[in-house]
């Protein structure tokens, strides 16, 4: 079964993606700020997905981490409308790809099953 991390400091999105994926047949485990995040690495996710906008350790600097313990780490950043430059700049550290918040629910789907599955 493959894990999906979902790392948000919104409770409502938190328990949106996570009914979504584990719908998907994923087991999947939450973090609301990026200290719990990086400690949910040694559970070993096949994918994460990672909000940008979270207070304290930003999405930057917790992507930044995770590539440091986990050079592999897949991660898909979450971003609110027209945060570019933060765009660039995860996928510069290595984000795979990025979904603007408000997201659709099948694009959700779609992305994690796209990235999940690709080596």
């Known amino acids: 079964m493959e894990k999906v991390l979902i790392v948000d400091d919104q409770f409502g999105i938190r328990i949106l993606l996570n009914e979504i994926l584990e719908k998907e047949g994923y087991q999947t485990f939450q973090a609301a700020n990026g ?14 997905l990672l909000d940008m906008k979270i207070p304290g350790m930003d999405g930057i600097e917790i992507l930044r981490r995770m590539k440091e313990e986990e050079t592999e780490i897949k991660v ?29 629910i099948q694009d959700i789907r779609n992305l994690v099953k796209e990235h999940i599955k690709a080596n």
């Open 76 to 104: 898909i950043i979450m971003t609110a409308y027209g945060e570019l430059g933060m765009i660039q700049e995860a996928e510069s550290l290595g984000a795979l790809t990025h979904i603007t918040k408000p997201f659709d």
């Open 35 to 48: 200290l719990e995040a990086l400690a949910l690495l040694k559970e070993e996710p096949d994918l994460v």
